[in-house]
């Protein structure tokens, strides 16, 4: 793929403009470039097309330790004087045994739903920023093309074989969540 391509792409083009790095990253804009999606699977794509534009065009970016991806929150529980911004089940559950009564409980399908206001409440000093790492003896373009590429069966295989099945447990009970964060925490 060439960098054709990122000057076709409206979006990538304004992209590497906005961050000053259509030359080289010596005169990039921001320290911290932010990926920010929906933690749902078309989320999930975006920011897999993202790392993979930024892995094929700006590694040295990626290498420099400027590349983040921000961890969203998939619930709000909130009573009349607290409001917890949780990103798992387990963080759900502690924050709903924290607070008296019956608390709110919002579940978060994207960024979207969250106004201004309260988005500036877990980007503060609260913020959760996964650095994205990529080694001095990574080979990019051969992680590329087994990611990206078109070894299908190879992908496949790698896919089935490290499967995690998620089940939706907004209505299970206690017990049942407790299993599944038990055998969640295992297998990670």
Not at 40 to 67: A, E, K, S, Y
Not at 132 to 146: A, F, P, S
Request: hydrophobic fraction near 40%; charged fraction near 30%; glycine fraction near 4%.
């Amino acid at each position: 793929m060439t960098k054709k391509v990122v000057y076709e792409n409206e979006e990538l083009n304004l992209l590497q403009h906005a961050l000053n790095i259509e030359d080289s990253i010596d005169d990039l804009r921001y320290n911290q470039v932010v990926i920010a999606t929906d933690a749902d699977v078309d989320g999930m794509h975006i920011r897999l097309l993202l790392l993979t534009f930024f892995l094929q065009f700006f590694p040295d970016l990626v290498r420099g330790g400027h590349l983040f991806i921000l961890d969203t929150p998939l619930f709000r529980v909130r009573d009349k004087s607290q409001t917890f911004y949780c990103y798992s089940e387990t963080e759900k559950r502690q924050a709903v045994e924290k607070l008296r009564g019956k608390p709110e409980i919002t579940r978060f399908k994207g960024l979207g739903e969250i106004s201004p206001n309260e988005f500036a409440d877990f980007i503060g000093e609260n913020i959760r920023l996964e650095p994205v790492i990529l080694n001095d003896g990574t080979n990019v373009e051969q992680i590329l093309d087994y990611y990206m590429g078109k070894n299908s069966p190879d992908r496949q295989e790698f896919i089935i074989e490290n499967l995690r099945i998620e089940k939706d447990i907004t209505d299970a009970n206690p017990s049942e969540i407790a299993e599944l964060e038990e055998a969640k925490e295992e297998v990670a």
